[in-house]
C-alpha cells in the first residue's frame, strides 16, 4: 500500500498539479487559512474529487469551523477522522485532529489516551514532543503524544503543524512523516511525502 501524505496546504491545495499515484491519499489537518466554512467547503470538493482510491483527512489547529460538524455526503472511500478510525486493505488507521477548543481545556491529551493499541497507522495533526516539532527555537510536539506513541508503537505516525520541518524520519520501528506542505513563511509548497507500507 502506498500513502500520499499530506499536511497544512492553508487554502493551497488547487496548486497542488502533478500529485503521484497512490492507494491512500491522508491529509492531516490545516486545510484552510482562517477556518471559514467556505474554505472548508472548497478544500472538501477538491479533496473529494481527487482520483485515489481511499482519501483520509482530519482537521488542524486552523479548522476549528469543523468543531462539532457532522459532515455528510462524503463518498463511501473518504474518511473524515475525528477520535476514531478506518481499516482500509486490513490496516488500521486513527486520527486525532487539533481543535484549539480541546488544546485549551485539558480534552486533546484525554483524545491522545484513547488512541487504540492496535493501531498501524496513526494520523493526527501535532507531532509527538522532539520528532521533526521543531522550528530551530521551539519544540511544538506533544509529550502526551509521544507517550501514548510510545505505547501504542504504530507502524507509521503522519502528522504537520510545523512547517519547518517537513520530512521523514524512522525511530525505533516507527515511521513519522511531517508532511506540511506549505513552507515556513507561507510562499512555496513542499512536496508531500510518499510512505510504502
Not at 473518504?78 to 486490513?90: A, D, K, T
Not at 503522519?158 to 517537513?166: E, I, P
Amino acid at each position: 500500500m502506498k500513502i500520499l501524505h499530506l499536511s497544512d496546504t492553508h487554502g493551497c491545495h488547487h496548486r497542488l498539479r502533478g500529485l503521484p499515484e497512490a492507494d491512500v491519499l491522508v491529509h492531516s489537518g490545516d486545510f484552510t487559512m482562517t477556518g471559514t466554512e467556505s474554505e472548508a467547503l472548497d478544500f472538501l470538493n477538491w479533496f473529494c474529487d481527487q482520483p485515489y482510491p481511499h482519501k483520509i483527512f482530519i482537521c488542524g489547529n486552523h479548522d476549528d469551523c469543523l468543531y462539532d460538524s457532522n459532515i455528510d455526503g462524503l463518498d463511501d472511500n473518504v474518511h473524515y477522522l475525528r477520535n476514531s478510525g478506518v481499516e482500509i486493505g486490513g490496516v488500521k488507521f486513527y486520527g486525532v485532529p487539533m481543535f484549539m477548543d480541546d488544546c485549551a481545556y485539558g480534552r486533546q491529551n484525554r483524545n491522545y489516551a484513547k488512541i487504540p493499541g492496535d493501531t498501524d497507522v496513526l494520523i493526527s495533526h501535532s507531532p509527538a514532543y522532539g520528532i521533526l516539532d521543531d522550528d530551530g527555537k521551539v519544540r511544538y510536539g506533544s509529550e502526551e503524544l509521544l507517550e501514548r506513541i510510545m505505547a501504542v508503537r504504530p507502524k507509521y505516525h503522519l502528522f504537520g503543524h510545523v512547517h519547518s520541518r517537513h520530512g521523514i524520519l524512522t525511530i525505533d520501528g516507527t515511521v513519522y512523516s511531517n508532511g506540511a506542505v506549505m513552507n515556513d513563511d507561507y510562499t512555496q509548497l513542499n512536496k508531500p511525502n510518499i510512505i510504502e507500507l
